[in-house]
Nanobody, 126 residues
Framework: QLQLAESGGGLVQPGGSQSLSCVFS????????LGWFRQAPGKGREEVAC????????TYADSVKGRFTVSRDNARNTVVLQMNRLTYEDTAVYYC???????????????????WGQGAQVTVSS
């Protein structure tokens, strides 16, 4: 059974940084694309960043390019989202997800990801 669990959310000031981690189990990491998505109040789920099974390739949403970095450690079954220069618009519930599709990391679409964590709240507020 595929399982993913996020940690690291919380309250952060504008301009600050925060790191989210996701530990996963139940599948062979090297076969899966991983992604981070978010959902703000009253809005649909949107992509944030995705990473290929090896970690060599990444895709970022335009809104986070240059501020967020996604990385993974397959030996530790972990994917991390490092978020810098946070703004109010980054406030959302953040989800990590896994996909068995080889190219899921490139399109980075929620519909391509079949397994999801429970989500972690990130609130940017002064």
């Amino acid at each position: 059974q595929l399982q993913l669990a996020e940690s690291g959310g919380g309250l952060v000031q504008p301009g600050g940084s925060q790191s989210l981690s996701c530990v996963f189990s139940g599948f062979r990491a090297s076969y899966y694309s991983l992604g981070w998505f978010r959902q703000a109040p009253g809005k649909g789920r949107e992509e944030v960043a995705c990473i290929s099974n090896s970690g060599a390739s990444k895709t970022y949403a335009d809104s986070v390019k240059g501020r967020f970095t996604v990385s993974r450690d397959n030996a530790r079954n972990t994917v991390v989202l490092q978020m810098n220069r946070l703004t109010y618009e980054d406030t959302a519930v953040y989800y990590c997800a896994a996909s068995a599709m080889d190219t899921a990391w490139a399109r980075c679409r929620a519909s391509d990801f079949g397994s999801w964590g429970q989500g972690a709240q990130v609130t940017v507020s002064s």
